[in-house]
């Protein structure tokens, strides 16, 4: 095995438009060990350099990107929204959760949970009047167009979603749907 640069671990990592969370996830490693490791700082073992090459290998091989599979246009609603439009959205779609976009950066999402949950907590009559930043959760992963479909595979596993984004703009969604429809 040709032992890669610090440089060329993190310019392959780029190019394949991974994180070092994504790397480190994939490999089994922390993170800060990816960082560090990029940064010339430490000298890794064999067997952790051999699991980050391994894992570059593995995506600049993969075929298939986020592109190939996002979902296009997104259905989205922005912040200052009437919770009843993405209530609207959602049951028309027949989805359980969407991107909440302010001027197409996403800022977070809304999900039937926590619609319910609002609903549960103060009522109905209290919740139709409310607006979709006051049940604002925490957005889903990014990812580039060009991330190979390993990446998004790994971050489905934690997140109901992926957004795709491109020059800081939402090109499309990814959900575990999408995934599983690849498999006809």
């Not at 009843?84 to 976009?101: C, K």
């Not at 549960?120 to 604002?136: A, C, F, I, K, P």
């Amino acid at each position: 095995m040709e032992i890669p640069t610090p440089a060329e671990l993190r310019e392959k990592r780029l190019r394949m438009g991974l994180k070092q969370a994504d790397v480190a996830r994939m490999a089994g490693i922390s993170q800060s060990m990816v960082a560090r490791i990029e940064a010339g700082s430490v000298d890794p073992r064999v067997s952790t350099l051999a699991k980050i090459v391994d894992v570059l290998r593995a995506a600049e091989h993969s075929a298939i990107t986020a592109a190939d599979v996002m979902h296009t246009p997104v259905l989205s609603v922005a912040p200052d929204d009437p919770v009843g439009r993405a209530v609207e959205i959602m049951g028309t779609n027949g989805i359980s959760q969407l991107p909440v976009l302010e001027k197409d950066v996403p800022v977070g999402c809304i999900s039937e949970s926590a619609i319910m949950n609002a609903m549960e907590e103060g009522g109905l009559h209290h919740t139709h009047r409310r607006l979709v930043q006051d049940y604002l959760e925490p957005g889903f992963p990014t990812v580039p167009p060009t991330a190979p479909i390993d990446t998004v595979v790994h971050l489905l596993h934690h997140s109901h979603a992926v957004v795709v984004i491109e020059k800081g703009k939402v090109q499309g969604v990814i959900t575990k749907h999408d995934l599983i429809s690849l498999i006809t």
